[in-house]
């Protein structure tokens, strides 16, 4: 077995284990500065919605790419004064292409700038692909994105509840939930890629995902949780923590194993391709998938512990437990205690002569015990000779 198998059996034994609930306010505060920089990230500079979002005319050419290519493109753009055009988004594609994104322009100005691109790029005009994006077409994706979004986290709830018959765990997965999607959102305006519908298809699949791993950890607490309140063993958070400690191996090996192909696809998308739908989906997967763990992990389960704690039955469990233990370390002390003060006694009683007589001075009184006299000082028996022995 390997050690990190050994090191899972031992946490699903109880043998070791680490306090995560114990632990909860610090993982709470690194959650709630990880929320706040992301929603600072979110406001400050905002999302750089991509073309299918905000609208525009994109154009794409074969070229040679250098190290001016994108330079030399947005200035051929701009020489064209089109009107409503704005800066336009210069990006390449592998070593042979470029792309050229816009506003919406009018119709005699996107010809305009198409030429101006086929010129730069030594090709003819008709070779320079052009598509026009209306943003009310990305407005209906991001509203179909957000009643998605509403419904399912509805749905969520519900299924929860009615699987664990609770729903202070509804409540702590859809927490958790829009923890994890508040970090992603906020990582993609910290970093500036655009949010593309394949944005929105990663976001909704680390919903799952999240909750995937929130379910498993949640299934064991309800295992170990089931009739505690008729014991006084354990509190409620002792068992989640054990719960925890039983599952975060399994989740580990979830998290990497997924991680690493979504991490190989994620450098493919952004260094080797540069732009497209394989880095927005990936980019959104890696830190969802990542960040769903923690959640999992970290947060849900204490959050779901912090609301349990709180019930009336709970709190009484909680003091038999406290009294439970306070007893056991008074029974154990006592043993102790008694064993000190005999040998605290017999030291005393032992001492008690000797630190007469320093107070006295005097010298120590010969022993009162019979000593054998020399064998000089008594007479010793006369033996008769053997020849007159018996007459």
Known sequence: ????????????????????????????????????????????????????????????????VTD?????????????????????????????KVRVQTKPLEQNDIGRVRDAIAKEAGVPSEQVTSQQIGASWGQQIADKAIVALIVFLVLVFAVIWLYFREAKASMAAIIALIHDVTITVGVYALVGFDVTPATVIGVLTILGYSLYD?????????????????????????????????????????????????????VVGTVVL???????????????????????IFIAPSLLAVFKEREPGM?????????????????????????????????AVQDAPRKAERATGSAPTPSTRPMKAAAAGRPQPTRKPRSKRGK
């Open 68 to 96: 001016a290519t994108v330079q030399d493109f947005g200035d051929v753009v701009k020489a064209t004064d089109a009107k409503g055009l704005g800066d336009p988004v210069v990006t390449t594609i592998n070593n042979d």
């Open 315 to 347: 709190q009484a469990l909680s003091k038999r437990v406290a009294s439970k233990k306070a007893q056991v370390a008074a029974a154990a002390a006592a043993p102790a205690a008694v064993a000190t003060a005999g040998a605290a006694s017999r030291t």
């Open 274 to 296: 540069g732009t497209g739908p394989l880095k927005d989906l990936s980019l959104a997967l890696f830190v969802g998938i990542a960040v769903g763990a923690y959640s999992s």
């Open 214 to 266: 929130t379910v498993v950890v949640f299934d064991k607490v309800r295992e170990n949780t089931r009739g505690i309140t008729g014991s006084n063993r354990f509190t409620y958070s002792d068992a989640t923590n054990l719960a925890v400690n039983q599952t975060v191996v399994r989740s580990i090996n979830t998290t990497v194993t997924a991680l690493l192909p979504v991490g190989a696809i994620l």
């Open 1 to 64: 077995m390997s050690k990190l198998g050994q090191i899972g059996a031992k946490l699903h034994r109880g043998e070791v284990s680490y306090d995560f609930i114990g632990h909860r306010k610090f993982w709470f505060g690194l959650s709630i500065a990880l929320v706040v920089i992301s929603l600072g990230g979110l406001f400050a500079r905002g999302l750089a919605l991509g073309i299918e979002f905000r609208g525009g005319v994109e154009y794409e050419a074969k070229v040679k």
